[in-house]
């Protein structure tokens, strides 16, 4: 069973950035496309960037501001935010792309002020 943490959010206000990253209690980052995910309040949970094998993909909302990569070294993949603003407010989450998902970690709150 694959467990999935992710951590490193935190209050920020608008303009600044953050560094998510998510662990894997294996190596599931060379085996799975894997993206980033992230939930509004009161809202279903949406895709927010993918990384297959070297490729990246992002939705328009954050494009050209977040960036999703991996440490191969480390079970460890990450999502740096730049230039955050308000409307990123959500708790993020990381996971497989595709079906069927790993157990959905905890997720982390990411809370940008005006």
């Known amino acids: 069973q694959v467990h999935l943490v992710e951590s490193g959010g935190g209050m920020v206000q608008s303009g600044g950035s953050l560094t998510l990253s998510c662990d894997a209690s294996?190596?599931?980052?060379?085996?799975?496309?894997m993206a980033w995910y992230r939930q509004f309040i009161g809202k279903e949970r949406e895709l927010v960037a993918t990384?297959?094998?070297?490729?990246?993909v992002y939705v328009n909302s954050v494009k050209g501001r977040f960036t999703i990569y991996k440490n191969n070294g480390k079970n460890t993949m990450y999502l740096r935010m730049n230039d955050l603003k308000p409307e990123d407010t959500a708790v993020y989450y990381c996971?497989?792309?595709?079906?069927?998902?790993?157990?959905w970690g905890p997720g982390t709150q990411v809370t940008v002020s005006s």
């Open positions: 996971n497989a792309l595709e079906d069927p998902k790993f157990y």
């Open positions: 990384l297959s094998g070297g490729s990246t």
């Open positions: 294996t190596d599931i980052f060379r085996l799975y496309p």
